[in-house]
């Protein structure tokens, strides 16, 4: 888990933050749809499509949800916005300043919406799980970032070293994946069901999230790069983060970390379709050239 965060962890440039000021507006939009409309999306999906269910399991595939509505995404969206010939420079300052969010918000906003639903949590292992798998890697990647651009130099950090630490990233993600669909393998051989509870909030929910960042940038008359960006990472959810704090909480073989995993299955496709989407888009004339 901690070489899937880390990686993660070295997009962060504080050098990009004094940015900020030079075009906030789709920053500004990310942030809102991040922290207030996706989560507010994830949990009227599970009051929607979950509230006729009882007991652990219920509770569990709830924190799953809410676990993936309030993480945004720091890694994977710099690769999908690259794809769709985005802004990059706004890719690089929205995911740095998730990044550093993440750290005061995840906690509070889980906290909150949980708590809306009845669902108890122990604080001490959400504050652990967030020092191990956003602390601890944050730290990692700050001072080995500063080491390595200072003895090597920054291209060789961008071109070689950064490379190298994504395909180790790749390898610790598969093989979280391995374990978790092992364990839950008789969890899933005997409540197939269980796939779809949790796979049809998520993807109305995703559904809802990407209209809305769609026509948010099309009303603030965004122009294209800034636009797709804005959608791509207003839509995406920080599956690893997600992944460790269901496992925290609930435990490696857990339904709400197999409900995390889901997250992760069906985020791929939609990223990938979102591109695609933005490309047509832009063909039709929808954002400003």
Known sequence: MFLMMYPAMLNLQGSELKKLGKNPKPIILTLVSNWIVAPLIGLLMTIVFLGGQEGQIREELIFAIILLSSSPCTAMVLVWGWMAKGNQEQNVINTSVNTITIIFLYIPMVSLLTGIQNIPINWILMIVSLIFF???????????????????????????????????SIVALLTTLVVLFSLNGDAIINNPNLLLLVSIPLLVGFAIVVGYNILITKLFKLKYREAVITVIIGSSSHFEIAIATAIAMYGVGSIAALGTTMGLFWEVPIMLLIVYLGKYLKKTGFWKS
């Open 134 to 168: 956003i602390g601890l890697p944050l730290l990692a990647g700050i001072v080995s970032r500063r080491l390595i651009v200072k003895s090597k130099g920054e291209d060789w950090f961008n071109d070689t070293y950064r490379p190298i630490v994504g395909k180790i």
